[in-house]
């Protein structure tokens, strides 16, 4: 299994531009989430899904879109970029404990470095 | 969710054992407490879950009073690799429950 997989690595746009992160993973996860990471700072929760067809906003969705129309893939996008979006995203997956909602076992991708001039 | 509050940052040497405490007043009876390992450049990873007493598996050990108002995750000899960021987290699976992590504990270990 290649686990949870995030393209590109690194991204460079200029304020305004648009551009989507890609996130798969091969573990039929049903859960999945993006965060972002700031120099000295925890993660910051983005957006999350709960199933294929289901999302919901997290902790700092303003500026985000994100659709899940497979299991598998979890992209998000970035509307029209923002010097304030540089940051570091960390997309995770992680399964649905019997009977209950998300495991605590989040699995992670290796993340994507974003620079917005 | 449960606030949690950890020390910014610890320092250790090579061997020692290292106990990072992390402080939650406020946790709910059916709060699980999770802790997390990141090294820079890399996501976080998942080290150690418990609910109640001690628990042990092959990289730590998580201890929980009675109360359960705070946890220690505890590092026996550490090495230089186990330099990082730990995060405690606390919350209950469940509906749409997805954890949320704050700043973490910075561990530096000393030759």
């Known amino acids: 299994n290649a686990g949870v997989t995030q393209t590109p690595k690194f991204q460079v746009l200029k304020t305004g531009q648009s551009m989507t992160l890609q996130c798969a993973q091969d573990m039929n996860h049903e859960y999945m989430s993006w965060y972002r990471q700031d120099p000295g700072m925890g993660l910051r929760l983005i957006h999350y899904s709960v199933g294929a067809g289901i999302t919901d906003q997290g902790e700092v969705p303003n500026g985000y879109n994100v659709s899940r129309s497979t299991t598998e893939d979890f992209p998000l996008r970035l509307l029209s970029a923002a010097p304030s979006q540089t940051s570091v995203y960390f997309c995770?997956?992680?399964?649905?404990?019997?009977?209950?909602?998300?495991?605590?076992?989040?699995?992670f991708g290796p993340g994507t470095r974003l620079t917005v001039t | 969710l449960a606030k949690t509050t950890q020390p910014i940052s610890m320092d250790s040497y090579e061997g020692q054992e290292v106990n990072i405490t992390c402080s939650h007043n406020n946790i709910a009876t059916n709060d699980y407490i999770t802790w997390y390992q990141q090294f820079p450049s890399q996501g976080p990873r998942f080290i150690i879950q418990?609910?109640?007493t001690k628990v042990t598996n092959e990289v730590a050990s998580l201890f929980i009073p009675a109360d359960r108002k705070s946890s220690t995750l505890s590092l026996p000899r550490v090495s230089l690799s186990d330099t990082a960021v730990y995060y405690c987290?606390?919350?209950?699976?469940?509906?749409?429950?997805?954890?949320?992590f704050g700043r973490g504990t910075s561990l530096i270990v000393h030759p």
């Open positions: 995770a997956s992680s399964y649905k404990a019997p009977g209950q909602g998300s495991s605590y076992e989040q699995y």
């Open positions: 418990g609910y109640k």
């Open positions: 987290l606390v919350g209950v699976p469940g509906g749409s429950y997805i954890p949320t």
